[in-house]
C-alpha cells in the first residue's frame, strides 16, 4: 500500500512529507569492527575517507529556514562518524528545533562522547523533540566493548541517565552477536533503568557468507565474533516494554539454540 499519493518528489516536498537523513560527520571515537568507516585490520579509519564534518554556517547555508520548513522529519544518522562528534551539533539541532514548527529530531550515537553535564544541557534543549539513540550491547564492559571498541559503557548509561533526567526521548539500540545474544533480557532491563523508553534489536548483517568476522586489534593481536544464532525470520524486535518479560526473552533465546 502507497501510504501517500504523490506523482514526483517536489509534490511530496511541498506537502512537507520529505524525511531527511544526514551524515554530518566522518569523526568517531569508536572502532566497531564492521563499521564501513573502520579498517578491519588495526581498527583505525579506513585510509580513503577524510575526516570532515559540516559547520553550523555550513548548515544555515544548505537548509535556510524557508527550506528547513519543508522537511516532516530529521535523521542524523552516522553512517560514516558518529554526528554527537560533530563540533557544532548542540547549534545545529537549536537551529532546527527553534526554526521549525514541532518538527521531531532522530539521533544515533554510540554515546560515549562529550559527559554528563553536556548530555543534561542537550536534554533541557531539546525535551521531547528529539529521540536519541543509544548503543548498549552488553551487560558489562567486556560484551558491550567486545563489538564497540574504545566506548565505555558506563559512560553510555551515565549520559542516557542525565539526557533522560533533562526531558530528552531515549530509546536503545542494539546489535546481536552470539556473545550478547543471551542476554538480551538483560540489556533491555540495564537500559530501561538507565532512562530508555524502547529497545531494538538487530542482528549483524555483515558476516556475509561466513559466521565468524576476524579482526586484527590495535596491538596487532587476531581475533574473531561470531554471528548469532537466533533464527533468520526473526531478525527483529521492536516493542514497547511492556511486551518485554524474562519468558519472551527465554523463548527468543531457546528457539535460537534449535535452530
Ligand atoms: S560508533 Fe558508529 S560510526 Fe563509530 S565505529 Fe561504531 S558503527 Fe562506526
Not at 569508536?30 to 548548515?59: D, M, Y
Not at 536534554?123 to 543509544?134: A, C, E, F, S
Not at 566493548?145 to 539526557?163: A, G, V
Request: neutral net charge; aromatic residues 16%; contains cysteine.
Amino acid at each position: 500500500m502507497i501510504p501517500y499519493e504523490f506523482s514526483n518528489y517536489k509534490e511530496l516536498y511541498d506537502r512537507k512529507l520529505v524525511k531527511l537523513w544526514l551524515d554530518i560527520s566522518t569523526y568517531c571515537n569508536a572502532g566497531c569492527p564492521q563499521c564501513h568507516r573502520t579498517n578491519a585490520n588495526g581498527l583505525g579509519k579506513i585510509e580513503w575517507l577524510p575526516l570532515v564534518q559540516w559547520s553550523f554556517e555550513q548548515f544555515k547555508s544548505a537548509f535556510p529556514i524557508r527550506v528547513l520548513q519543508k522537511f516532516k522529519e530529521i535523521h542524523i544518522c552516522g553512517t560514516w562518524g558518529d554526528p554527537i562528534m560533530n563540533k557544532d551539533i548542540f547549534e545545529i539541532v537549536s537551529y532546527i528545533l527553534q526554526n521549525t514548527n514541532g518538527m521531531h529530531i532522530l539521533i544515533n550515537t554510540n554515546g560515549s562522547i562529550r559527559d554528563e553535564e553536556w548530555w543534561w544541557k542537550f536534554g533541557v534543549l531539546v525535551r521531547n523533540r528529539t529521540t536519541v539513540y543509544w548503543a548498549v550491547e552488553g551487560i558489562n564492559p567486556k560484551q558491550h566493548e567486545k563489538y564497540r571498541k574504545f566506548t565505555d559503557l558506563q559512560k553510555i548509561l551515565n549520559n542516557m541517565d542525565s539526557f533522560s533526567a533533562a526531558g530528552g526521548i531515549s530509546e536503545v539500540f542494539t546489535v546481536i552477536f552470539e556473545h550478547n545474544e543471551k542476554d538480551m533480557y538483560n540489556i533491555a532491563e540495564l537500559s530501561k533503568k538507565h532512562g530508555a523508553r524502547q529497545i531494538m534489536f538487530i542482528r549483524s548483517n555483515r558476516f556475509y557468507d561466513n559466521n565468524s568476522f576476524k579482526y586484527v586489534d590495535t596491538d596487532g593481536t587476531v581475533d574473531y565474533f561470531y554471528k548469532s544464532k537466533l533464527p533468520i525470520n526473526k531478525d527483529f524486535y521492536y516493542k514497547s516494554w511492556d511486551l518485554y518479560n524474562e519468558e519472551s526473552m527465554r523463548i527468543i533465546y531457546e528457539e535460537s539454540n534449535q535452530a
